[in-house]
Structure formats: C-alpha cells, structure tokens
C-alpha cells in the first residue's frame, strides 16, 4: 500500500517570490513519481515526473521537483512564480509493480499568487 | 500529445435516474481507464480500473452495481451511475493509460464531468 502526503494545503505566495510544495510519500516498493496540475473546473494536467534517472525533473514552465529516496520527498519548487501558476497542485505515485499503474494521490495543495 | 475527452461535462439529472459519462482517448488506444471521483476540496479517489475487454477492477467501497462500467473498445469507456441519488453529486474524472513507446505509467485525464443529482 501506498500513500502521499501534501502538508500544506494551501500556499499564498506573491507574484516573482519562490514557492515550495511539499510531498512526502510511504511506500514498501519502488515508486513512480508525479505532480498533476488542475485549474478550476478542469481536469488534471501533467507537470512533470519521476521515472528514472536523474533525481532532479523539470517542467516546461520552470517548475522542478527533486526526488529524494532517503526522506521519501518529492518536493515541486519554482524560483518566480506567475499570477497563471495560480491552481491546485496534486502530488501523486504509483508503485512499479502489476496494479496497471494506479495512481494514489496527495490531499492537493492549493497555491494562489497574488499580485 | 494524449488527449482524453469526457461527456458530458456538466449533468443534472433527477434522483432515482441513471446517468451515463463517455470516456474517450481520442489519439492513442487505451487498454486501461481509471475512473475517479473527486468532492469539493478534496483529493481523487480511484473508483475503479477498466480493461478493455475485461471486467472493471473496483476499489472497496465502491458498488460496483451502483457504478456501472464499460470498456467495449480501445478508445471508449463509460461509467453509467445507476439510480442516482444527490450523495452521487461529484466531480468525475477519468484517465487513460498512454503505454506508447514506453511511457506505460503515464496517466492523461479528462476534463471531468460535474453531476449534479436533485
């Protein structure tokens, strides 16, 4: 079984200040790592992943996310943020075995930015 | 890019009806759909996992006579919420599984259906 915890569950932040959202994950097996966005009404985007490799992933619009085995985190930061980053953010894994790659999700960590 | 389609995306339906939500993967074949429910201010729960040609993998909890779902092609499921009731109100979302050129584990989701049962 797995879980996820997001422990923030809503962030404000001002436009161009730095941001960090918080995930940490429980697991027996390796995992698959991801954050999904989702703007009102809408349903979820990719934003990026952690498959293999690097630990270090980026996204097209500046955000990253570090995944760190040891304290089992998979922190998302961006260095500036845009009044459009403005969503719900949900943190999400999924075990590398044979559940047909079932997703268990975070609580959602909603980040607004103000002007 | 993964496009997964739902419809409709917003439906009123009278308690005691039955509603039915299309799922559709619009540019790859999808041999597995996941259907989720989401209430206000909270997270995605997985309801269930559907296989083409297969029976629909429940989680517990779920009545799976209650939430009817059907995967008849590699493009297409519908969940079908039976004798609704308002406590079926909710956000439902599904997902298909791209498992082109390796990305097995990636999910896209739709855009989400809104039910509203009065």
Not at chain 1, 39 to 49: A, R, V
Not at chain 2, 54 to 73: M, P
Request: proline share 4%.
């Amino acid at each position: 079984a797995q879980s996820v915890t997001q422990l923030d569950s809503q962030v404000p932040v001002f436009e161009e200040a730095p941001v960090e959202l918080r995930c940490n994950y429980s697991s027996s097996v390796s995992v698959y790592l991801f954050w999904y966005v989702q703007y009102p009404n809408q349903g979820l985007q990719l934003l990026l992943k952690y498959l293999s490799g690097s630990t270090l992933v980026e996204s097209i619009n500046g955000f990253e996310a570090e995944f760190n085995k040891s304290q089992t985190s998979f922190h998302l930061r961006k260095p500036s943020v845009h009044i459009s980053d403005t969503a719900e953010y949900f943190c999400a894994v999924s075990d590398h075995g044979t559940s047909y790659g079932k997703l268990t999700f975070g609580q959602g960590t909603i980040l607004t930015v103000h002007p | 890019g993964a496009v997964v389609s739902q419809h409709p995306s917003r439906v009123i339906c009278k308690s005691g009806t039955s509603v039915k939500i299309e799922c559709r993967s619009l540019d790859f074949q999808a041999t597995t759909m996941f259907w989720y429910r989401q209430f206000p201010k909270q997270s995605l729960m997985l309801m269930a996992t559907s296989n083409e040609g297969s029976k629909a993998t429940y989680e517990q909890g779920v009545e799976k006579d209650k939430f009817l779902i059907n995967h008849a092609s590699l493009t297409l499921s519908t969940l079908t919420v039976t004798s609704a009731h308002p406590e079926d109100s909710s956000f439902y979302i599904c997902s298909a599984r791209d498992q082109r050129g390796g990305r097995g584990y990636e999910q896209y989701f739709g855009p989400g259906t809104r039910l509203t049962v009065t």
